[in-house]
């Protein structure tokens, strides 16, 4: 979306709005006549009334002037609610959009909330309403006060209107120059205000990452400079100013220099004095002050509603019916298929991925592109990275919860696309990282995947798990549990517990171990590798890699899969991961005997 698409987007709702318009120019004709006839009558006060030493009469033309200034009042507020008409229903329209985007790119496949939505919602659909009222405003109100303003002065005395309006145009025209400029930095500080914002989010969701890898330094310094880039966004603007200055310096003041200073002359030439203190109050009280408005209300407030309105067009397009094709050039694999693939068994393999391509917008960098990958029934994989680095999405697209741009997902042979929700349910069980817990018995909770399963293999799986404390705390199987007092920790082994028993051959455990203790969060993993299927695990701690068979790194623009000690020598991405766990096994696994 370019400043075209503003330009669009803002006549377009200003046609829509044709009759509000009407009336809010009616009342705006109203609202100058003080503009109109407030260097008229000053003058014939002066000249017809005190200096003819008809006091009265001065008087009598003062107070034309006064009516004249009370009923531009009265028109003023109808000016206002005429502005209502115009700006709320335009508000309305952008939240709307805001809304429906979100829900859109929410529940399209392979989307996901965006919490931005809820900053362009409060935030910015707001801006753009006060700062679009506000042009509105100050734009009708400089086309029509200076306007009423030039035409006062063209029937007192045309060479002095044509006197004023030769600074007023220069000072016009040194403004309209300066605008790309002042749009392009106003539109630098919010993107470096936006990417300020998504980098503390990130560092703040992915706190346990950069602990675990010792990232401290390297994530402040990244903060810090984004902080730095908006502080030299915000340096300019405010240097920016200086334009605005001039402007009104040029078309503001220095038409009252040229009057102040030709008077003497204007006077000589046969003008009157009213005639000339006329002519200031038009350019004062007129002029002037509308100059300042529209510079001030288009370089201050037009700025942040170019701007604000184009991140909102940008980021929130109208929803398409179906998704654009996949963009051209897309990352390459690589001419070697061997770090993602793996030789093919007799048997179908537990997962086969092929030629996957996955991107969140048709516009956007593919999370992955042209990727596959084999895991053969049994296995156990670990899969790490940076937070953001398209870890969870993998997992979705492995559990069919949302369908790959292209590519073919296999699970034991069965193709995951068009493939019921219940037959896949049969095949693959995933655990995420918000575990989800109901209310009511402990035992209901765990056999939710297996109902049949009796007591003694539910009793076998607790043990298995570790979770025989929790059970024993909770007063057994049989009691109730509400979900809101258990710990994040403890709802996460309760589903772990629950996709052990399941009969679903492979399990995806997608952080679902993050809350609890490294003791605990490896007794979880070593007896999901010792049941019977296959295991894939989305690690938060390197040390879940340390215990699979075979890892998968999201190493920049293409994963690599091979054991620890491969990937320690071929990938940077692994080696910083692991840090100073390189040559250290981990605590937990010595705790229990493991190593």
Request: glycine share 10%; proline share 7%.
């Amino acid at each position: 979306m370019s400043r075209s698409g503003v330009r669009v987007t803002t006549w377009a709702a200003l046609r829509a709005r044709r009759r509000a318009l009407g009336r809010l120019a009616a009342w705006s004709v109203v609202e100058s006549l003080p503009a109109l006839l407030g260097g008229l009558l000053v003058a014939r006060a002066v000249d017809r009334g005190f200096l003819a030493g008809q006091f009265a009469t001065g008087l009598t033309w003062l107070g034309g002037l006064a009516v004249a200034v009370l009923v531009g009042a009265a028109a003023t507020g109808r000016v206002y609610r005429s502005l209502g008409a115009v700006v709320e229903p335009f508000r309305d329209e952008l939240a709307a959009r805001v809304v429906d985007a979100a829900l859109h790119d929410a529940t399209r496949a392979g989307g996901r909330p965006d919490s931005a939505a809820v900053a362009r919602l409060t935030h910015q659909v707001e801006v753009v309403r006060d700062t679009f009222g506000g042009l509105v405003l100050v734009v009708r109100g400089f086309l029509f006060t200076a306007g009423a303003a030039l035409l006062g002065l063209l029937a007192l005395a045309p060479p002095l209107a044509a006197a004023v309006a030769v600074p007023l145009v220069a000072g016009l025209a040194v403004f309209g120059a300066a605008l790309p400029a002042m749009v392009a930095h106003q539109r630098a500080q919010v993107t470096a205000g936006e990417e300020l914002g998504r980098s503390a989010a990130s560092a703040l969701a992915g706190h346990r990452d950069v602990v675990a890898c010792g990232a401290q330094d390297r994530v402040v310094a990244g903060v810090d400079r984004r902080v730095t880039a908006l502080a030299g966004a915000e340096r300019t603007l405010a240097r920016m100013a200086a334009l605005r200055s001039l402007s009104l310096g040029l078309g503001g003041w220095l038409p009252v220099a040229v009057l102040v200073l030709a008077a003497p002359w204007l006077v000589r030439q046969g003008l009157s004095t009213g005639a000339v203190l006329g002519a200031l109050v038009y350019v004062t009280t007129g002029l002037q002050p509308a100059l300042h408005a529209v510079v001030q209300g288009v370089g201050g407030g037009g700025l942040r509603y170019a701007v604000t309105l184009d991140r909102i067009l940008r980021t929130c397009p109208l929803p398409r019916s179906a998704p654009a094709p996949p963009a051209a050039g897309g990352t390459p694999a690589g001419p070697d298929p061997a770090p993602c693939s793996a030789v093919d068994a007799a048997a179908p393999p537990a997962i086969r991925l092929r030629g996957l391509t996955f991107r969140y917008g048709p516009h956007a960098r593919p999370v992955l592109a042209d990727f596959s990958l084999t895991v053969a029934t049994g296995e156990h994989l670990a899969v790490v990275g940076p937070s953001g680095a398209g870890k969870s999405t993998l997992a979705a697209l492995v559990a069919g919860l949302v369908p790959p741009e292209s590519g073919t997902v296999h699970l034991a042979g069965v193709p995951v696309a068009g493939t019921p929700p219940g037959a896949l349910a049969r095949l693959r069980v995933l655990v995420p990282q918000e575990a989800y817990v109901r209310s009511g018995s402990l035992a209901g909770n765990l056999r939710y995947l297996h109902p049949e399963a009796d007591q003694a293999t539910v009793a076998a799986a607790v043990d298995a798990l570790g979770a025989r404390p929790l059970v024993t705390r909770l007063g057994g199987l049989a009691a109730h549990i509400d979900p809101g007092a258990l710990s994040a920790g403890e709802r996460q082994l309760v589903a772990a517990v629950r996709a052990y028993l399941a009969p679903a051959p492979l399990v995806i455990l997608d952080e679902a171990t993050c809350h609890l203790d490294p003791t605990l969060e490896a007794t979880v993993e070593h007896a999901f590798a010792r049941r019977p299927g296959t295991l894939v695990v989305v690690a938060h701690r390197i040390s879940s890699a340390t215990r699979a068979r075979r890892v998968l790194v999201f190493d920049g623009d293409r994963p690599l899969v091979g054991s620890h000690d491969d990937l320690l020598r071929r990938s940077p991405a692994y080696r910083e991961l692991v840090g100073h766990w390189e040559d250290v096994a981990p605590a937990a696994d010595v705790a229990l005997g493991r190593v």
